[in-house]
């Protein structure tokens, strides 16, 4: 059995205030969290509501498996996840790894939502399946890949800079999405994931985007 679970770690430019409510209030949840499926709202009450333990007054949740920390840095947040290691359960294991890339994306989704667009609505496209070529190589990322965070970039015919990098993601703004959020990632196996999400879109624009993304991958 692994003796350390895995921790993601961040620093949102929030207070701790807020970010303790975009971990407890539904509708800011639904601001970062996963994306846009008619199960949404189900699977938040689900993972943040129905087995949840807190404590308010120091900044923890308990979901089960996953542990989130909040840590009061005056102006800034450093939030912490760590979760319960691999190696006691079968089916734990099987999907452990699997479940580390979603919480990588979705921490980086709510830093995001916080200190680019705090109270507002989104639109999110989620596509996964096999890609025919790397997965970074088909959102036209490669070349930007090895970037520091922070860093300006133009690739693809998209613009924005650099918001995170680990293991097996690249996340970047873009400036054609209404200051949006892509993010691109190798899965397990042959399987890779694209996740989009938008703000202020038209109805049009955000279909052929949807359109065009989702064909990269097959199913």
């Given amino acids: ?77 450093r939030l912490r996840l760590t979760r319960a290691p691999k190696g006691g359960n079968p089916d734990w294991d099987a999907y452990y790894d699997d479940i580390n890339e979603g919480w990588t994306t979705f921490i980086h989704q709510l830093k995001f939502a916080l200190e680019r667009h705090p109270s507002a609505d989104r639109r999110t496209i989620f596509t996964s399946g096999t890609a025919s070529a790397d997965i970074f190589d088909l959102a036209g990322l490669t070349a930007i890949a090895d970037l520091p965070p922070g860093t300006p970039y133009a690739a693809n015919g998209l613009t924005g800079q650099i918001w995170y990098r680990s293991p ?27 996740v989009l999400t938008t703000y202020d879109l038209d109805d049009d624009t955000f279909a052929a985007l949807e359109s065009h993304w989702s064909s990269l991958l097959t199913a």
């Fill in 1 to 77: 059995m692994s003796e350390e679970g895995f921790i993601v770690e961040v620093t949102i430019a929030a207070p701790v205030d807020a970010v303790w409510r975009a971990l407890r209030e539904p509708e800011e949840i639904r601001r970062w969290h996963g994306w846009h499926f008619d199960g949404l709202d189900k699977e938040i009450e689900v993972i943040y509501q129905e087995n949840a333990v807190e404590s308010a007054e120091e900044r923890w949740l308990d979901l089960g498996n996953d542990r989130f920390e909040l840590t009061d840095l005056g102006d800034t947040t």
């Fill in 168 to 194: 097996n993601q690249i996340g970047v703004t873009v400036t054609e999405w209404g200051d949006g959020l892509l993010v691109a990632g190798r899965g397990s196996g042959d399987n890779s994931m694209l």
